[in-house]
């Protein structure tokens, strides 16, 4: 992990950090647990079989057809979990419960060595003059921030929305 900088001295939240900077009000956590459910499959404690958390594994033919929508994913407007969802089926597993919140959905092909997409969601709230959250920003739901997708190293996973961009002035 230390070779593909997907750690550093604070850990993988020190990763995330590195990438999409220090954020007050977002704590990663989604992000950083989907790392290590990946790191946990691969080594087999997740398998699907078992009630471990796994919801489906995609096979080969879905796993092709789910990395050649990505782009078109990207262009969407207003991509929410659930337009996800809706148009990819289920994910393997997902980061965050609660449906106003930042979230991650996971999505993993049925072999372990190689092959899995993150689709991670950004929610920034308004606040009033008394730091209360109001609303959302950009809506009252997560929207589409960035697509993960295996590469060489970990910063080259990511491949922002506009809004992603936006929100975490990302040069990459």
Not at 40 to 53: I, T, V
Not at 55 to 73: C, F, K, V, W
Not at 137 to 150: A, E, S, V
Request: glycine share 8%.
């Amino acid at each position: 992990m230390t070779a593909r900088q997907a750690i550093n001295a604070r850990g993988v939240l020190g990763a995330f950090e590195q990438i999409l900077g220090h954020r007050r009000h977002e704590s990663y956590n989604e992000r950083v647990g989907s790392v290590y459910a990946l790191i946990a499959f691969r080594m087999g404690y997740l398998d699907g079989e078992q009630d471990d958390g796994l919801q489906r594994l995609l096979n080969p033919a879905e796993y092709e057809s789910m990395l050649d929508q990505t782009n078109e994913m990207m262009e969407l407007e207003n991509c929410t979990p659930e337009t996800v969802t809706h148009r990819l089926g289920v994910p393997s597993m997902r980061f965050g419960t609660n449906d106003n919140y930042p979230c991650t959905l996971l999505y993993l092909p049925q072999a372990k060595v190689s092959g899995y997409i993150y689709f991670d969601f950004v929610a920034e709230w308004a606040q009033d003059e008394n730091g209360i959250r109001k609303s959302g920003k950009h809506g009252p739901k997560p929207l589409l921030g960035n697509i993960r997708i295996p590469a060489k190293q970990f910063p080259e996973e990511f491949v922002f929305t506009s809004l992603g961009r936006r929100v975490y002035r990302t040069k990459i």
